[in-house]
């Protein structure tokens, strides 16, 4: 049987007293895969920074696993957006992978050959083992968000997070990335966040938009009046994924 | 160059001073690799000058109150690690402009230094050995002391090397890891102190930055790991100030200076050499 990953209860949060959520209740149950969606500013980031326990609710309760965010912070692993990286900083991709093992690892000395082990694996799942000895800032966009999935891998991980994983990717690359997930999805439950309502991947099984509040929907249930209801009167299209509903 | 081989195996003083420029040469290529990469020069630059405070402080009471044991660099640790510890605080609690905390130490502890020395009887150290360096005044008891902080940050940058550079490249991956960020941040600018410290005998306040970061900067052109670049700067920094000294020696000019512009010429050159193996680097 399931397990319950993630309880949030009546959350609300505001930043130096603006809301950003507002009575939020969401159950993510173990191994489902979640998209957290809504507009830029909507508190997306705000949601999943409360489950991880970087920031504590004002008002309601988070739960994971069963003891508070803080406790489990351990059983997140996070791949951050693009942007908040120095691509000049100078490491391999090995280094970066092996940050994942910080938590786990001893704390005093160099990392041990069983962390190298684990983050060779972590990379050998997302397809990238060749590049280990790589620098990090002359991989592609593709390369470095599959490095930074192995590194958060590498921290063997119940909750996988990911911030705007498909930003900055080309449609294959993206397509790739969803099959990636779909495949880990096996093993852990899986989070993205995304802006982007258009899409969701034909693997999401369910799916949150954020926007002060949380609406939730399965993944087919989108439609034009819930991308109204947070975006306003826009001319927003749904782009249908789901190849199979095409076939006659 | 026989000249100044001759001096060092004649003269203690000449061999203190070049032992003083490898120590400060080892420290600064650790600690300076981070403050590269970190991109926290401008934080080193305000840490070397409210050192002044620290120096015109341990110089006056050694003075005036006949402390002999009081060297002008106990004063430069205390002052540094404080201005590290401020520095720190308010990054970590945001309470106030960053940048705007670190031009006024940086001003502020120059000031103290210069109220300090001025007001100091007798015969006046020139305030401009502390701004500019002479590494011939390197005595036994400094000698002492930058094994000491030598050692300790080597000790530090080894049991916590992955700390440091997980805390540098993503702290907020590093949190949730479980990594006390704000201990070792704090920890890192803590280390940039003593760094300069060991660094002030050699080039002085002044030209300190110099010597953290032109290393670093080569170094940096030649591999894509920190500890690599760690090795290769404490290296091409021992060169440096040796040849530095060796010249100044030879034709009469600051040490200090003279280590500096070497340094400067290194990079120079080096930047100039390879514009295309970077860009090609960037764009594979």
Redesign the interface.
Known sequence: MKKRAVTISDVSFSYDGVSALENVNLNIEEREFTAIIGPNGGGKTTLIKLM?G?LQPQMGSIVVFGVPPWSA??R???V?QHP???YE????VM??V???R??S?A?????RSADRESAMRALDVVGCSNLYKR????LSSGQRQRSLIA?ALA?QPDILILDEPTANLDPTVQNDLYELLHELNKEMTVIIVSHDVGFVSKYVHKVACVNRQVVLHSASAIKGDVISTLYGEMNVRMVDHDHHSREP | MSEFIDAVAAHAFMRNALMAGLLASVAGGLIG?YVV?R?ITLIAGSLAHSVLAGMGAAYYLRVVNDLPWLHPLYGAIVAALAAAIIVSMVRIYGSEREDTIISALWAIGMAIGILFIFRTPGYKTDLMTYLFGNIVMADTQALRLLVGLDALILVVV??????L??V???E????????RIGFFYTLLLCLTALTIVTLIYVVGIVLVIALLTLPVAVA?RF????WE?MVLASALSALCTSLGLALSYEADLPAGATTVLLAGAVYVLVTVATPVSRAA??R?
């Open positions: 991880m970087l912070r351990r997140f692993a996070y951050p908040r990286l120095d900083f100078p490491v391999t280094d970066v092996l940050m994942g910080l938590g690892t704390r005093i000395g160099p990392y620098s990090f800032a002359a590194r921290a | 690799t990469s991109r080894i049991m916590f090397y992955k700390q550079l997980a540098c490249f993503d907020e991956f590093a949190r949730l890891r479980g990594v940096a591999s894509t790991r920190l670049i680097r960037k594979r």
